[in-house]
């Protein structure tokens, strides 16, 4: 074990570097066009565009439309004054409308930039709840995976803040925790695990309160768009699935997923299927058993979000924000018990990694992810080990 001394100081500086640095590239993509505005003063094409697009076509009284391609695309070029360059699909449930609509009541290049803030400062906050103060303020800002998300204009912060406010309140407001993961529903694919790890490990409230919050979102949606666009969105999963896993139209590099490991590797769609389903049954036992245990709740909930991540096939680069909520619980276990020296190595590596992305792109947000679930299991086998040698000497 090496000592604790200043692990939180030297946390913050190495958060605070890291923010600087993103502060410093942004306003340089900025200036040159590369970020929220281009050079002819058009909005940039990111994948924003689609959230703006949809909530323009809820205002205007037409929410299936968002699920036409051809409307869809329509819809973008207005946006940002061209024809979109990019995914022409809008893959999220009609429970999202609502966020989108509410956006789209501003004008396109403001909007996106309040996006990032909204959601980041939701994120921000979420962490802050994990691991505190001055700490969990920087360790979010500097999270590698946090650039990606920005330059995207994804929802990432959303999906990140979500999963840390379900866990982070867990123990002591289970009903907000619940809440939190009812809102998570608009990206079902982060919280498949998410029902059975917390109906073995006995969270009954937490359950109860986010199926009543996934209700209500549904039936709110309905009520305000409509049953054809829910019918619509059903109908559009088939094709958004054959798209981006049979496909690969996206590309396998962007998606860090086993699945896409398998695929770039060049194995079948079928071999793909098998390796991604049974780690994610490995990975449903492991937590179960896990969370059935007296390891202590940080590892329980930094595994569980980080088998999240790992059960799903369906994870983009700039999702990787999401790895900061395990990552966040693990740092908040090793700062109260010690870090060991392979900590201390990892760790950096994994955040290298992530923000290697642009010039290996590959799956190197799935190697990150991998090593923070090995750091969380490893410490796990060894509490385990500790509390199995502690009751024999009690024997």
């Known amino acids: 074990m090496l000592p604790q001394g200043d692990a939180p100081r030297l946390l913050a500086i190495i958060g605070l570097a890291l923010a600087l640095s993103y502060a410093v590239f942004l306003t340089a993509c900025i200036v040159e066009g590369y970020w929220l505005i281009d050079r002819h003063g058009h909005g940039i094409g990111n994948d924003f565009v689609h959230l703006w697009a949809t909530g323009r076509l809820v205002l205007g009284g037409h929410p299936a439309a968002a699920y036409d391609p051809d409307l869809q695309r329509q819809a973008q070029a207005i946006a940002i004054g061209r024809p979109f360059e990019g995914d022409e699909y809008w893959p ?24 990032i803030v909204a959601t980041g400062a939701g994120y921000v906050a979420a962490i802050r709840c994990i691991l505190g103060g001055r700490l969990g303020l920087l360790f979010a800002c500097g999270f590698p995976g946090a650039l990606w998300t920005i330059m995207a204009g994804q929802s990432g912060f959303l999906s990140a803040g979500l999963i840390a406010g379900t866990l982070g309140l867990m123990e002591r407001h289970p009903v907000f925790a619940g809440c939190c993961l009812g809102l998570l529903t608009y990206k079902p694919q ?17 359950i ?29 999963l088939t094709t958004v699935s054959q798209r981006t896993l049979s496909q690969g139209l996206s590309g396998w590099d962007s998606l860090q997923t086993i699945f896409a490991l398998v695929r770039a590797l060049g194995g079948s769609e079928r071999l793909a299927w098998v390796i991604q389903s049974a780690s994610a049954l490995g990975i449903a036992v492991a937590l179960c058993v896990l969370w059935r245990s007296r390891v202590p709740f940080d590892l329980k909930a930094g595994a569980l979000s980080v088998g999240g991540l790992l059960a799903t096939p369906y994870l983009f680069f700039y999702d990787l924000v999401l ?31 992530i923000l290697s992305y642009p010039l290996a792109p590959t799956q190197v947000g799935l190697a990150a992810i991998l090593i923070v679930a090995f750091l969380i299991g490893h410490r796990a086998m060894l509490c385990v080990r500790s509390g199995a040698a502690h009751s024999e000497q009690v024997g």
């Open 208 to 236: 109860i309160a986010a199926t009543l919050m996934a209700l209500i979102l549904v039936g709110a949606s309905w009520l305000a768009f409509g049953a054809g666009t829910w019918e619509a969105f059903v109908h559009s």
């Open 92 to 115: 999220y449930p009609p429970t999202f409308m609502f966020a989108a609509a509410l956006i789209a009541t501003i004008p396109y290049v403001p909007a996106s930039a309040a996006w």
């Open 323 to 353: 790895l900061a909520v395990p990552t966040a619980f693990f740092l908040r276990f090793a700062l109260t018990n010690g870090f060991r020296r392979s900590e201390c190595v990892l760790l950096p590596i994994s955040g290298a990694l």
């Open 190 to 206: 982060f919280g498949l695990l998410f029902p059975l790890v917390l109906a073995v490990g006995g969270r009954w409230r937490v």
